[in-house]
């Protein structure tokens, strides 16, 4: 079955404590992204990849980073992660020309 | 930046309405899809269109590419079509951006 998978589905920390999100899809999709949704703002890109080793800033890249290592895995990594970034996340992956496009389930994310 | 409008931004119908939710955008794309999220947060893709029409089941999605507008359209609404819609352009080929919709968020009353 395609999917996209996100771990943690919700997780609470404290304010400077580093984390990471986990996102892994079975299509091998060369296009993957980031995507944060707050209320009243809609879907905002983070970052995205086009493919291993190839990531770029989205809208929204203050206070995240990502790596790309392979093609089935891109984690959303929050070094210091600070109460602004309470939101829920989702990861995503489509195929090069944007047909198929698929979301993980969603991380819901409070910093304290 | 307003490249994708979607309109309206909400919308409450009886059960068995027609319902149309509509998206304009700015930039030239490859393709527009429509997405929906239920309240639970999941988000399924519903359709991915580059012309013409598309229907599956009780719902329709149209473009038209000169006018820059697409419309989403539900059948004999129900409330199980509670959620919100959200229209998402692809970028061209050449681009990597994608743009989208604030969505709409629809209430179908039984």
């Known amino acids: 079955e395609a999917q996209v998978t996100q771990n943690p589905r919700y997780l609470i920390t404290v304010t400077g404590k580093k984390l990471t999100v986990t996102c892994s899809q079975n299509?091998?999709?060369?296009?993957m992204s980031w995507y944060r949704q707050d209320p009243g703002l809609g879907l905002r890109q983070i970052y995205y990849s086009m493919n291993v080793e190839v990531t770029d800033k989205g809208d929204v890249p203050e206070g995240y980073k990502v790596s790309r290592k392979e093609k089935r895995n891109f984690p959303l990594i929050l070094e210091s992660p600070s109460p602004n970034q309470t939101s829920l996340y989702f990861c995503?992956?489509?195929?090069?020309?944007?047909?198929?496009?698929?979301f993980g389930p969603g991380t819901r994310l409070t910093v304290t | 930046k307003n490249e994708v409008e979607q309109s309206p931004q909400n919308l409450t119908a009886q059960e068995g309405e027609f319902i149309t939710i509509n998206c304009s955008y700015s930039v030239g794309i490859s393709a527009l899809h429509w997405l929906q999220q239920h309240p639970g947060g999941g988000i399924v893709s519903l359709f991915m269109?580059?012309?013409g029409k598309k229907k599956h089941g009780r719902l329709i999605a149209t473009i038209n590419i000169q006018e820059k507008h697409s419309s989403l359209h539900i059948t004999a609404s129900h409330p199980r079509d509670s959620a919100v819609y959200i229209c998402v352009l692809s970028p061209p080929l050449t681009g990597n951006q994608f743009y989208f919709g604030t969505g709409t968020s629809l209430t179908v009353i039984p």
């Open positions: 995503a992956s489509t195929d090069r020309g944007g047909w198929e496009q698929y």
């Open positions: 299509m091998n999709h060369e296009y």
């Open positions: 269109l580059s012309s």
